[in-house]
């Protein structure tokens, strides 16, 4: 049973533009959402995250937006830029636990 | 170092071989994870360290697979008598504790493992 779903394996977006990623969930305990970016042969960097008590959160290019009665979060990159181009995960936790959830990625590709 | 190294970084064997996996934290950090990522697959967990303790071992997925970690620090992962579905790429994070979005976890880039 997967409970953090990435239903979109792969995005190509024109630079400039916006990039949005999704990722839903199961599991209504999860209180804290976290976004990673990996380029190949790299280990996965943290990019961002959003408590459930918060329903959105900013960082430069990055914005991730919560809603919990649909039980799914975004990651919005605007503007878009070739360097964003790599895989990008979704994580989900309940605070007190110690088990980040994956979900299965999503390849971005920024063409210039 | 400043992040999460892991050695060896490629690792091919022979089916049946032992093989032992190495991730160095980063200093003072608490909390060490390894995970599994299968070609095409996200990031599945398979072990958690509290300082030197794992307190949950059921991610492994079976019992060749054993973890340990010394003085807080350095942990090793070994797989006995490999199998082909082995293969993957062994990632290992580290956090400063559990405390979810506020420490999230470093990673390390990996050890690629190949069976023959």
């Known amino acids: 049973d997967q409970q953090v779903k990435q239903n979109s394996p792969s995005l190509s977006v024109q630079e400039g533009r916006i990039s949005i990623l999704n990722c839903d969930y199961t599991?209504?305990?999860?209180?804290?959402f976290l976004w990673y970016k990996k380029y190949p042969a790299e280990g996965p960097t943290f990019l961002i995250s959003i408590s459930s008590i918060k329903d959105k959160n900013e960082d430069g290019r990055f914005t991730v937006f919560l809603n919990k009665s649909a039980k799914h979060l975004s990651l919005h990159i605007v503007p878009s830029q070739p360097g964003d181009s790599a895989v990008y995960f979704c994580a989900a936790i309940t605070s007190g636990t110690y088990k980040y959830i994956f979900g299965t990625g999503t390849r971005l590709k920024v063409l210039a | 170092g400043a992040g999460v190294s892991q050695s060896p970084s490629n690792k091919v064997t022979e089916k049946g071989k032992d093989v032992e996996l190495r991730c160095d934290p980063i200093s003072g950090h608490t909390a060490l994870y390894w995970y599994r990522q299968s070609l095409g697959q996200g990031l599945e967990f398979l072990i958690y360290f509290q300082g030197n303790s794992a307190p949950d071992k059921s991610g492994l997925p079976s019992d060749r697979f054993s973890a340990e970690r010394t003085g807080g620090s350095v942990s090793t992962l070994t797989i006995q008598r490999t199998q082909q579905e082995d293969s993957a790429v062994y990632l290992c994070?580290?956090?400063?504790?559990?405390?979810?979005?506020?420490?999230?976890?470093?990673f390390g880039d990996g050890t690629r493992l190949s069976i023959l």
């Open positions: 599991n209504s305990m999860f209180d804290y």
């Open positions: 994070a580290s956090s400063l504790g559990f405390r979810g979005g506020d420490q999230p976890q470093h």
